[in-house]
């Protein structure tokens, strides 16, 4: 069958927040970009993922023009509770950093920026299956799929993005003896569950007692999001209802305190932990960004974040290297091609900002998860860590400036 082939400057693979707000940007730019996923936007609208949102993240919603439901429906959070075996102390990140963070789910931001690119007469395809990048080294680089009425399509571009989360296959597309893949995986997991009750209390709380951490998240004012450690094998069904609040609320603790609301569990998940950055970021006519560059264990909510930080460095360098293009003489289709000194420049700078937000989430995971060889020293010294957090404003400092996501 020949393959239906469309022409654009940008082609990219994953339909997710990052490689959607990637278009739509390019798009304001001028720079003509087509987007193919793997899902349907129906299961991506439906699968819970991120709840925290930085304010630079707010803002590029807002500046995207994909509509005001963030301001509107989204909570903002001036500050967040630690607790440390049941004794709470509140951050203000307002007064220490003067930013706040916003709730406001994941799948809601990409059901927006689907909203806005369909809207907007953005080329997106949906449910495709045999995706295949070709070229990477050459100045025709090319996407290859089966569409969902299984026509074969082709996207011919001058660049292709890799957007496509975090088992990415444009990544492998970087030569082994260009790449390094910085990898470690934790002993441990979150067990998340979706229950329909009413927020217990107005901010997140992260508790960590000798039974390990525990999250209290929200969602909306009827159904809210918590998190417990597990170990990665957890079969989600072994676990009761009444186990599970029941042990979320001794991590809380039992006396005085925070009494959770509880409410039928609509949905459990066990999430494996890993930190993950990929070296370099690009590499010929191929970028990555977000999960497909890199992951972080979800305790700092920088997942998403760093998604869209990439995505800011990203567009310039984007706009730079296509501008140089059609300022050139055209060149031979197929003609080798190094990587564009724009695309190195985004690579070296947005890893900067992973591998603060890498050290972030890695040391906040360290400082709340109860480890396997956990003994009373090991409890003990967290205590005096947890202590030298929230005991000075230095240390509430660093961790409000970490979590509400630095300045650019
Ligand atoms: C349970 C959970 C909780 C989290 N909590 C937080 C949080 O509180 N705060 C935070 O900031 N982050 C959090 N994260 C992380 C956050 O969800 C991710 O960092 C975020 O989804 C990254 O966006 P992305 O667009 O890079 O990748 P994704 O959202 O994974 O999107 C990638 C897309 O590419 C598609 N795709 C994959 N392969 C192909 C292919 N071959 N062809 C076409 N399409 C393809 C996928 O279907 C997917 O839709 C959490 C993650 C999980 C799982």
Redesign the pocket.
């Known amino acids: 069958m020949t393959a239906h082939t469309t022409r654009v400057d940008v082609g990219i ?7 959607l707000m990637t278009a739509l940007l390019l798009k304001r730019r001028g720079i003509s970009a087509a987007v ?4 349907t936007k129906d299961t ?1 609208h439906h699968t ?5 949102l930085e304010a630079a993240t707010v803002s590029m919603l807002v500046d995207a023009e994909v509509g005001s439901r963030v301001l509107t429906e989204g909570h903002e959070h001036e500050g967040t509770v630690l607790s440390f075996d049941g004794e709470q102390h509140r951050i203000d990140f307002q007064a220490l950093v003067g930013r706040s963070v916003w709730l406001y789910p ?1 799948n809601e931001v ?1 059901f927006d920026l689907a909203n806005a690119w369909e809207r907007e007469g953005g080329e997106i395809h949906w449910a ?1 299956t045999d ?1 295949q990048v070709h070229g990477i080294e050459t100045t025709s680089p090319r996407i290859s ?1 089966t569409d969902a009425h299984a026509q074969a399509r082709s996207i011919e571009a001058d660049l292709i993005i890799g ?7 444009c990544r492998r597309l970087i030569p082994e003896e260009v790449r390094t893949d910085h990898f470690i995986s934790y002993p441990f997991a ?1 067990f ?1 569950i979706l229950c329909e009750a009413p927020p217990t209390a107005p901010e997140l709380i992260y508790a960590n007692s000798e039974l390990g951490f525990a999250l209290i998240s929200q969602r909306n004012e009827t159904v809210q999001r918590m998190y417990f450690q597990c170990d990665p094998d957890t079969d989600p069904d072994s676990w009761s209802e009444d186990a599970i609040f029941d042990h979320i609320q001794q991590v809380l603790g039992t006396e005085g305190g925070v009494q959770l609301k509880r409410g039928p569990i609509i949905d459990k ?1 066990v ?1 494996p932990f890993r930190s993950y950055v990929c070296d370099p970021l690009s590499h010929g006519r191929l970028a990555l ?4 560059g890199h ?1 972080v264990p ?1 305790t700092g ?7 869209f930080a990439d995505v800011r460095v990203l567009i310039p360098c984007v706009e730079e290297f296509i501008t140089e293009l059609r300022a050139d003489a055209p060149g031979h289709e197929g003609e080798a091609a190094e990587t564009p000194e724009s695309l190195r420049r985004y690579s070296r700078t947005a890893l900067d900002r992973v591998w603060k937000a890498q050290n972030f989430s890695y040391w906040a995971t360290n400082l709340l998860h109860r480890q396997p060889d956990e003994n009373p020293f090991t409890h003990r010294r967290r205590r005096g860590e947890f202590d030298a957090i929230t005991g000075s404003v230095h240390g509430q400092a660093y961790f409000a400036d970490s979590y509400t996501g630095w300045s650019d």
């Open positions: 693979v994953g339909g997710g927040p990052a490689g193919i996923e793997t899902r991506i819970q993922r991120a709840g925290i994941q990409f495709v995706t799929f957007t496509d989360g975090s088992r990415s296959m979150w998340g998940t999430l960004a977000g999960d497909a992951t979800p909510a920088k997942g998403l974040n760093l998604a």
